[in-house]
């Protein structure tokens, strides 16, 4: 059986296991569409969280943004999972109390206000769509390599099936086919990677691997790619190179950005009891953190095998690899497989039959390729999104996981589009027009609206995504940002203070979403279409502060504009008092009410 | 509320839990990941340092025993204070 054929039936495979496990399990109800009638226990409920929030994001892309750049971008590591502290302890067992189904709906009600309701409905809209179009990016990557076709092509096949996805069930399908694609995605994760660790440094666990030694030269593999890679002219892998306040509000952008999404908040919506909203996210981080503390070994690892195979024979003095190798060998088999997808290029721009790959920016390099006569780094494309997926072929792993991969891959990406589209979907039909246009309207007409809302947020999401802002995970990082500056503070600040009224938090809202998504804008581009942008992230608005760090400090905007304009406006009135005073208590907490 | 003094209690013994809690949070992260890692850039840890490990490993390890203590202390707490879910 050829690779094609064994990507296929491990696809195909899971995806029947998936589509088998949503007929099973349909939702039949809006309650059930919604919040899968409460009754998901929370080991289960924390897997499916799991598969919900661990994305194209953090699957494909974050390891390959991580082994090219070192270091710097741990800030992807701490920040994805340092936000579940903060919804922890600040906000999944008061909402789960509060007892609603959707995040506008306790800000509708807290804060008294229909407008704040809309207000923070289109937050949740705004922050989501750009979350979509991140998973958009990445599914055009998976479906491109595993279907061999260009990414658009890619792309386009992926839109159609996560729409015929997300509108076969609502969440109580998905809650048990994300725990199904949760199983299949980490599987496609630690699998490659327990192989690679143990060919590098013979360690089973890859996190131990890293820190370990390198089998081959009886160095510490870190110390060894430090090494490597600075002979080649590029910054040293563990070094920190990055401007540090960037680093820090990127990294607590991301943390406050996880705590503010709503397709995550939602799930502590769907425990049983308050005591279960507290353990289930400690259950989501702990399979989160399975992935994420393999995360950086992958991404270490892949670096030092690219980077090996490039230099095939020990380093600048061994030669480069040369075309005729690339063209025969098997085991560089895979460039040429990714080529098609138009994510991988080489020229050899000076004639010499090698592909030379080193910093050409280096003024040490460049005095080196003088001297040797090369005329610049010639491996021209590697697009940071294929890191991952290309991994288990970078490392010569027999094809049944290579198939898993590409399964897991999808089951990524597949599942927090759904995720997401149930909430843009809900936020659509069960705020914006059961909650303010049209309170008459049907159970379902309801549930017709919702499935066309989804329809016009993919197709936007992938319109977007044929031409996106950024690699998955950086496109994903935005939404991150949005979702920090709105409905984080918002949340908290209606759990934390009784002071804040429906003006200040309105007022804060809009501010905290305004202000950044200037930024965002005027740094990636109006409305994210390419070239019309009037700054770049290499040199930003203000100081070093780039847009995928600004939401930490449309946080900030958001916090102090509610505190000053709540002083300056009427006071909360006393039945809100009340109500907040009821959410800070466990007691009580019964089932929830639709209204 | 009649226990309305107890429910101060209760609330104020969760803030401060809550505030012990982030400063942690803060610190392994933001501290002995990022801005303190040059201070802990002696102690080394295979082929590099330990600051290096708690941005890619240790920061999430702490996270992870973070919530865990959180839930199971409020939990005890809520019954301290009787307001657990009956």
């Not at chain 1, 906000?91 to 609603?100: E, M, V």
């Not at chain 1, 009886?218 to 490597?228: M, N, Q, S, T, Y």
């Not at chain 2, 104020?12 to 392994?28: K, T």
């Not at chain 2, 801005?35 to 890619?56: E, H, K, M, Y």
């Amino acid at each position: 059986m050829d690779q094609f054929t064994i990507n296929l039936l491990f696809v195909g495979t899971s995806f029947a296991l998936y589509i088998g496990i949503a007929i099973w399990a349909r939702a039949g109800s809006t309650s059930e569409f919604y919040a899968a009638g409460r009754g998901v226990h929370p080991v289960t409920n924390g897997m499916a969280t799991a598969a919900d929030w661990m994305s194209a994001a953090s699957f494909i892309s974050m390891a390959g943004l991580i082994a090219f750049t070192g270091y710097d971008n741990s800030s992807f590591l701490m920040g994805w999972t340092g936000g579940y502290v903060l919804l922890a302890l600040l906000l999944a067992p008061y909402l789960r109390k509060f007892g609603k189904f959707t995040v506008s709906e306790f800000i509708g009600d807290r804060f008294y206000s229909p407008t704040a309701r809309l207000v923070a409905v289109v937050c949740l809209i705004v922050a989501s769509t750009t979350y979509v179009i991140g998973q958009m990016t990445g599914v055009g990557v998976a479906f491109g390599r595993f279907l061999e076709v260009s990414n658009t092509t890619g792309l386009l096949i992926g839109a159609c099936v996560v729409f015929a996805y997300a509108v076969f069930g609502g969440m109580k399908g998905v809650t048990y086919t994300q725990v199904a694609q949760y199983v299949v995605l980490i599987m496609a994760y630690t699998i490659p990677a327990i192989f690679i660790s143990l060919q590098l440094t013979g360690n089973p666990i890859p996190a131990l691997g890293l820190f370990g030694d390198h089998v081959a030269s009886g160095e510490p593999l870190l110390a060894k790619l430090d090494a490597i890679v600075r002979e080649l002219g590029f910054n040293e892998y563990t070094a920190h190179h990055a401007d540090t306040l960037n680093m820090v509000l990127f990294t607590l952008s991301l943390m406050i950005g996880t705590a503010g999404l709503p397709h995550v908040i939602m799930r502590f919506f769907t425990v049983p009891r308050v005591a279960d909203a507290r353990w289930s996210a400690g259950w989501a981080l702990v399979f989160i953190a399975l992935l994420y503390l393999t995360a950086p070994a992958v991404g270490a690892m892949a670096r030092l095998n690219i980077t090996e195979m490039m230099w095939p024979n020990g380093g600048i003095e061994g030669g480069a690899v040369t075309v005729e190798q690339i063209e025969n060998e098997a085991r560089y088999d895979w460039m040429a497989t990714w080529q098609k997808t138009g994510l991988l290029g080489w020229e050899d721009k000076n004639g010499d039959g090698a592909i030379q790959y080193y910093n050409d920016k280096n003024t040490d390099l460049q005095a080196i390729a003088a001297e040797k006569g090369w005329e610049g780094n010639e491996l021209t494309n590697f697009n940071r999104d294929i890191l991952v997926l290309a991994n288990p072929e970078i490392a010569n792993l027999p094809s049944w996981v290579i198939g898993l991969v590409a399964a897991g891959g999808l089951a990524a990406a597949l599942s927090t589009a759904a995720g997401l589209l149930l909430a843009i979907s809900s936020a659509v039909s069960h705020d914006l027009i059961k909650g303010s246009l049209n309170p008459n309207i049907s159970e379902k007409g309801e549930l017709m609206s919702a499935r066309i809302a989804m329809a016009v947020a993919i197709a936007v999401a992938t319109y977007l995504g044929l031409n996106p802002p950024g690699f998955a995970a950086q496109t994903v990082a935005l939404a991150f940002g949005l979702a920090a500056a709105s409905i984080f503070p918002a949340l908290m600040m209606g759990i934390f203070s009784t002071k804040i009224n429906n003006t200040g938090a309105v007022a804060g809202m809009l501010a905290g979403l305004g202000v950044t998504l200037l930024y965002i804008f005027l740094h990636k581009g109006w409305f994210f279409i390419p070239d019309t942008n009037s700054f770049t992230d290499a040199d930003p608005l203000l100081g070093t502060i780039k847009s995928t760090s600004f939401g930490a400090i449309g946080a900030m905007i958001n916090f102090t504009v509610a505190y000053i304009v709540s002083s300056m406006t009427k006071e909360t009135p006393q039945e809100i008092k009340d109500l907040v005073e009821s959410v800070r208590v466990p007691r009580g907490a019964g089932i929830a009410q639709d209204h | 509320m009649a226990d309305n003094s107890s429910n101060n209690a209760y609330w104020s013994a969760n803030i401060r839990i809550i505030i012990v809690s982030l400063i942690i949070w803060a610190v392994v992260s933001f501290g002995f990941g990022i801005l303190l890692r040059p201070a802990l850039s002696g102690i080394s840890v295979g082929g590099t340092d330990l600051g290096f490990w708690f941005a890619q490993q240790g920061s999430i390890l702490v996270f992870l025993g973070l919530i865990f203590f959180y839930a199971w202390r409020m939990n005890k707490l809520d019954a301290e204070h009787g307001v657990e879910e009956e």
